[in-house]
């Protein structure tokens, strides 16, 4: 399952905020050294603490994909032309499939763990964001707000907020509902107001969000 993003580097300084740099190792001419700076348009992203004007990105310069098989996270330049290793090992046994929710912060589907877990754009796990019986799809819907995920368990997909973690669904969606079973993988309909689901039966279920 794919999730598109850019290029992170590591966190280092503290003193900016996102979306601006300290100039502490860019080029002169590309900003006052030891002060922040905003990003420039055209690439008007950053984690916290970046430390340079290189560490401004955009939002659709790289891939993230999830293996399964390896529990790992690697992600790849727009063009495919070369990967890096984001994330590797049991912390994230299992994965099915991962979501940005903002410009840095994604979420990532553990399938046997039952539980999504909040990652940075550049590696750190930073914890739990919902416990999920066997969860597969994710889905975030800017627009709303939203955060779907499939619990094959109990036949449902559920909708949070994704700027509260740990916290219960806001609604769920019965799969019963829509004469199938086993919610797999979620997309967008013909708009933001519905989601296709995809079940293990063989089906592609459409209904409106909650």
């Known amino acids: 399952m794919y999730g ?18 300290n100039a502490t190792s ?31 990105f955009t939002l659709t310069a ?3 994909a999830v293996s399964e098989a390896s529990n790992r996270v690697t992600q790849f330049s727009a063009d495919e032309s070369a990967h890096a290793l984001v994330l590797e090992g049991d912390q ?5 499939s991962l979501a940005f929710i903002s410009p840095t912060l994604a979420v990532i589907a553990l399938h046997t763990s039952n539980i999504i877990v909040m990652m940075t754009a550049d590696g750190a796990i930073l914890g739990d964001f919902a416990e999920v019986g066997n969860p597969v799809g994710l889905l975030y819907l800017p627009t709303k707000n939203l955060l779907a995920a499939s619990d094959v368990a109990i036949d449902t997909v559920h909708f949070f907020n994704p700027t509260t973690p740990g916290s219960p669904p806001v609604a769920s969606v019965e799969m ?9 993988y979620l997309a967008v309909g013909e708009s933001e107001s519905e989601v296709l689901v995809s079940t293990h039966d063989r089906k592609v279920g459409r209904f409106c969000v909650p």
Do not use: D
Request: charged fraction near 10%.
């Open 4 to 21: 598109s993003h850019t290029h992170i580097p590591s966190l280092q300084a503290k003193q900016c905020v996102a979306g601006t740099y």
């Open 26 to 56: 860019t080029p002169p001419g590309y900003g006052i050294e030891g002060r922040c700076h905003p990003c420039p348009a055209h690439l008007s992203h950053s984690l916290p603490g970046a430390s340079s004007l290189s560490s401004c």
């Open 62 to 64: 790289n891939l993230y």
């Open 92 to 96: 994230i046994r299992q994965p099915k």
């Open 176 to 184: 019963a509902g829509l004469g199938a079973t086993s919610p797999l």
